[in-house]
C-alpha cells in the first residue's frame, strides 16, 4: 500500500468514526455513515440489513439504489432470500467478500424491474459488535466486478466502527428506556396508593391494577391470573386502553406449568409468543393476538396463605429491550405486593372499626335501655306485688302483670342483641361460642365436627352470626329447649347444620315465611361470602337450617 493510499484510508476510518458520533438515533446513523462511505471511497450504492436472532432481516438504510431495487417500494430489499443473507444464517460469513452475481439484481433483471445501472456485483461485510453477529453492509459500484484485498480490509475496519457504534446506541437506548420505565413506575405507584383504599374487594384490586398499567405503559396486554381450586384463570385483563370481559374457560396445562414454574422462581420470568397468546385467548377481546411477540410474567403473593397470583404483560415485536422491561417489571411487582399487603391492612383497620364501634353501641345499650327496662321489670314487679295485697283485686294489676312480662321478654331480646353486637367467646372456637349462646338462651346445645382446617376471620364471624340468629328462631318458634348444631370441614367448603325437633311444618310457615327479615339476614350473610343458605322444615321432623360456604386454598 502506498503512503497515499494509506493516508487516504486513515482519512477515511476518521471520518466515519466522526460520522458515527454525531447521532444516538440508529436510522439516521447508518443512513449517514453510508452516504459518507460511499463518497469518500467512490462506490455510488449501498445499503444495509440488520439480521435477529431468528434469522429475520429488515433493511434499515440503503443509498441510491437503482430503479430495478425500487421496484414496488423496495420489494426486492423486503423479500426473499440471496447468497449473503443465507451464509449470515448458517454462521459462514465472518470476514468481507465479494459477492459474484446478487441474486436480487438477477432477479430484477429477470422480472424487468427496471434499469440496475450496470450493477452486476457487490461486496457484503458482516456488521458485528465483539462475537455478537449484527447484520450486513454491501457496497457497489456500476461494472465493478472485483474488490482488492485492501478495499474489503477497509470495508471491514468501517463495518467495525458501525457495529461498535450500533452496540453503544443499543445500550444507550435501553438506558433510556429503562429510566422511562422507572419513571412510569414512579407514576404508576403514585397512582396506586391513591386508589387502593377505594378498592373494595381483591377482583377491584385486580382491576384497578390492570387499567393502571395500561394507563402508564406502553405494553400493548396486561393480566392477572389468580389460582381457583387448584388451576390459574384470568381475574383482570386490560388490552389496548380498555379492561376485557374474561371468559370461563381456563389456560392450557403447559402455560399453567410455565405460572407455576413463575411463582417457584419467585422472579420475572419470559414468556414465548404461544404462551402470552393462550393467556391473551381467554379474554373476550378482539385483540390481534399477532401483536404480540413476547411477554412477561412475576409472582404477586397474596394475603390469603398459599395463594400467589401471576401478573402477566404482552411485549410488542418492536420491544428490543426486554432485560431494561424484565427488570423494572420484578419491581413493578414488588410495588403491586406491597400495596396488596396494604389494601389487606386497610380492611383490618375497617374490620376492627367497625368491631369498636359495636362495642361502644353494645356498652351504650347495657348502659342506658338495658338498665331501663331491667328497672321497668322491678317497678311492674314492685306495682304488681302491691295491688296483690290489696282485698279487692285492683283493676291494674293484670296490667302490671302484662307490663312485667313484656319488659322481661324485652330485658332478654336486649341481652340477645348486646351479644350479637359483642361476640365473646370466638377466641374457643365457633361451635363453643354459639354452644355458649344458646345456653345463655335457655337452650341446649349439642354440637358436632368433622374435618380439621382453620377458617378465614371473616368466614368465621359470618357463620356466628347466621347461628346466633338460627338458635334466636329455634327459642323464639320451634317451641322445643334444645337444638343441634354440625360444622363439616372439607378442603373447598365449611357447612353449618343447625336443627331442632320442634314444631315446623305450617305453623312455623306462619311465623317464619321465607321473607322474613332474620331468614333474609342469613341468606344475605351466606351470599355475601359466596355461599348458600338451605331451610327444610317439616311438621314432623323439626326445622334445618343449612349454609355452605367455600373456603379458599390452604397451604400445605
Not at 249 to 256: A, H, R, Y
Not at 297 to 326: C, K, M, Y
Not at 383 to 398: I, K, T, V
Not at 547 to 555: A, K, M, R, T
Request: charged fraction near 20%; hydrophobic fraction near 40%; aromatic fraction near 4%.
Amino acid at each position: 500500500m502506498t503512503e497515499q493510499a494509506g493516508m487516504q484510508e486513515m482519512y477515511t476510518l476518521k471520518t466515519i468514526a466522526e460520522t458515527l458520533n454525531t447521532s444516538n438515533d440508529l436510522n439516521l446513523m447508518l443512513d449517514t455513515v453510508l452516504g459518507k462511505l460511499l463518497e469518500l471511497t467512490g462506490l455510488t450504492t449501498g445499503w444495509v440489513f440488520l439480521i435477529d436472532a431468528q434469522g429475520d432481516y429488515s433493511c434499515v438504510a440503503d443509498y441510491s439504489l437503482p430503479p430495478a431495487l425500487l421496484h414496488h417500494d423496495k420489494e426486492p430489499m423486503r423479500c426473499g432470500s440471496c447468497w449473503c443473507v443465507n451464509r449470515f444464517r448458517d454462521g459462514r460469513l465472518d470476514n468481507a467478500v465479494n459477492i459474484i452475481n446478487c441474486k436480487r439484481l438477477e432477479d430484477a433483471v429477470d422480472h424487468q424491474w427496471g434499469d440496475t445501472h450496470d450493477i452486476t456485483h457487490h461486496a457484503t461485510v458482516p456488521l458485528r459488535s465483539g462475537e455478537k453477529m449484527l447484520g450486513l453492509l454491501n457496497v457497489a459500484a456500476p461494472g465493478k466486478e472485483h474488490f482488492s484485498d485492501s478495499e474489503l480490509a477497509l470495508l471491514q475496519a468501517v463495518a467495525y466502527q458501525i457495529g461498535s457504534a450500533m452496540e453503544r446506541m443499543r445500550l444507550y437506548s435501553a438506558e433510556q428506556r429503562r429510566a422511562d420505565l422507572y419513571v412510569r413506575l414512579g407514576e404508576f405507584s403514585r397512582s396506586l396508593g391513591v386508589t387502593v383504599n377505594d378498592c373494595n374487594s381483591g377482583d377491584d384490586m385486580a382491576k384497578t391494577v390492570v387499567k393502571l398499567l395500561g394507563l402508564h405503559y406502553d405494553w400493548p396486554f396486561a393480566a392477572l391470573l389468580s389460582q381457583k381450586n387448584g388451576s390459574f384463570m384470568v381475574q383482570a385483563a386490560h388490552a389496548h386502553g380498555k379492561s376485557e370481559m374474561i371468559s370461563t374457560s381456563g389456560l392450557s396445562p403447559e402455560v399453567e406449568n410455565r405460572m407455576y414454574r413463575v411463582i417457584d422462581s419467585h422472579r420475572a420470568m419470559v414468556l414465548s409468543t404461544t404462551d402470552i397468546q393462550d393467556v391473551s385467548a381467554i379474554c373476550n377481546n378482539q385483540f390481534p393476538m399477532s401483536v404480540l411477540a413476547s411477554g412477561l410474567a412475576a409472582p404477586i403473593p397474596l394475603s390469603s396463605p398459599g395463594e400467589t397470583a401471576v401478573l402477566v404483560v404482552g411485549l410488542g415485536s418492536a420491544n428490543d429491550f426486554l432485560q431494561a422491561d424484565r427488570e423494572v417489571f420484578d419491581a413493578l411487582a414488588e410495588h403491586i405486593t406491597a400495596s396488596w399487603e396494604s389494601l389487606r391492612l386497610v380492611y383490618k383497620r375497617r374490620e376492627l372499626t367497625r368491631l369498636e364501634e359495636r362495642n361502644r353501641l353494645a356498652r351504650d345499650l347495657h348502659d342506658s335501655v338495658n338498665q331501663i327496662l331491667f328497672s321497668l321489670s322491678l317497678t311492674a314487679k314492685g306495682a304488681e306485688s302491691m295491688l296483690a295485697g290489696s282485698p279487692q283485686l285492683h283493676p291494674a294489676a293484670e296490667a302490671m302483670k302484662d307490663i312485667r312480662s313484656l319488659s322481661q321478654e324485652a330485658l332478654k331480646e336486649m341481652r340477645a342483641l348486646i351479644m350479637q353486637l359483642r361476640p365473646a367467646g370466638l377466641e374457643s372456637g365457633l361451635l363453643s361460642a354459639l354452644q355458649e349462646y344458646g345456653t345463655g338462651q335457655g337452650l341446649q346445645v349439642v354440637v358436632h365436627r368433622t374435618g380439621m382446617r382453620s377458617l378465614p376471620q371473616s368466614i368465621e364471624e359470618g357463620l356466628w352470626r347466621i347461628g346466633q340468629e338460627a338458635l334466636n328462631n329455634v327459642r323464639k318458634h320451634a317451641g322445643v329447649p334444645s337444638a343441634e348444631i354440625s360444622l363439616q370441614l372439607s378442603d373447598q367448603e365449611a357447612a353449618l347444620i343447625v336443627t331442632d325437633r320442634g314444631k315446623g311444618g305450617a305453623k312455623r310457615r306462619e311465623t317464619l315465611p321465607s321473607n322474613s327479615l332474620g331468614l333474609s339476614i342469613m341468606r344475605e350473610r351466606a351470599q355475601s361470602l359466596g355461599g348458600r343458605l338451605e331451610l327444610v322444615s317439616s311438621s314432623r321432623k323439626g326445622t334445618s337450617v343449612t349454609v355452605v360456604i367455600p373456603l379458599p386454598s390452604e397451604s400445605v
